[in-house]
């Protein structure tokens, strides 16, 4: 069984602080896929990164990054100088892979909610 | 990236009636489809897998008389949720999947409300 672990229900700093939001997964397969998406208050999920469970580099993308560490089944997102407009939840999502290669349905956590004040 | 459009985006409707929502992906060749319900202040939750021209594999808990889904084309596929009361007032939300598309790309949603 899948599982996906995020702990901080909500995250509340000024704007420009930069910020952390944890996850932690668990899984048996040996390929998968770990994604964060956005929820706004609007509803539609934003996708913001997909990563291959066999690669482990870091990725920076603006003021977003991500620390995919598999030794610890943890892939951490980072905001720098966070701005008003990241205020929304954020969901960590584990998928397996089927024969396609496409992603699987995926198993989501609780989300966090960011809030960041002027 | 692949869009895939949602609707409606809000109904509501009568208890005891029946909703249809559909999800088109526009852009690619969806293979499989899957939905999604979040209540308020949850997670989202996986209900369901469609596969074109095959019939759904429903998660466990989820109803499948009462949840139907119909996925008969590679671009589109239809919930029907079926005498809808109000504890099925939810954020039903796809994705469509596939080979050439492993993003999940997600649907706008609909939020369902029954009255």
């Known amino acids: 069984a899948q599982k996906v672990t995020q702990a901080q229900t909500e995250i509340s700093v000024v704007e420009k602080e930069d910020v952390t939001l944890d996850c932690v997964y668990e899984?048996?397969?040996?390929?998968?896929?770990l994604f964060w998406y956005k929820q706004p208050p609007s509803g539609e999920l934003v996708f913001l990164i997909r990563?291959?469970?066999?690669?482990?580099q870091n990725e920076i993308s603006g003021r977003y990054s991500w620390n995919f560490q598999k030794s610890t089944s943890s892939f951490n997102f980072t905001i720098t100088a966070s701005q008003v407009v990241d205020s929304a939840v954020y969901f960590c999502?584990?998928?397996?892979?089927?024969?396609?290669?496409?992603?699987?349905?995926?198993?989501f956590g609780k989300g966090t909610h960011l809030i960041i004040q002027p | 990236g692949a869009v895939v459009s949602q609707h409606p985006s809000w109904v509501i409707c009568k208890s005891g009636t029946s909703v249809k929502i559909e999800c088109r992906s526009l852009?690619?060749?969806?293979?499989?489809m899957f939905w999604y319900r979040q209540f308020p202040k949850q997670s989202l939750m996986l209900m369901a897998t469609?596969?074109?021209?095959?019939?759904?594999?429903?998660e466990q808990g989820v109803e499948k008389d009462k949840f139907l889904i119909n996925h008969a084309s590679l671009t589109l596929s239809t919930l029907t949720v079926t005498s809808a009361h109000p504890e099925d007032s939810s954020f039903y939300i796809c994705?469509?999947?596939?080979?050439?598309?492993?993003?999940?790309?997600f649907g706008q949603g609909t939020r369902l409300t029954v009255v």
């Open positions: 469609s596969n074109e021209g095959s019939k759904a594999t429903y």
């Open positions: 990563r291959n469970s066999f690669d482990e």
């Open positions: 899984t048996r397969d040996t390929t998968y896929y």
């Open positions: 994705s469509a999947g596939g080979t050439n598309a492993p993003e999940a790309f």
């Open positions: 999502a584990l998928s397996g892979l089927y024969s396609g290669g496409g992603a699987d349905g995926l198993t």
């Open positions: 852009d690619f060749q969806a293979t499989t």
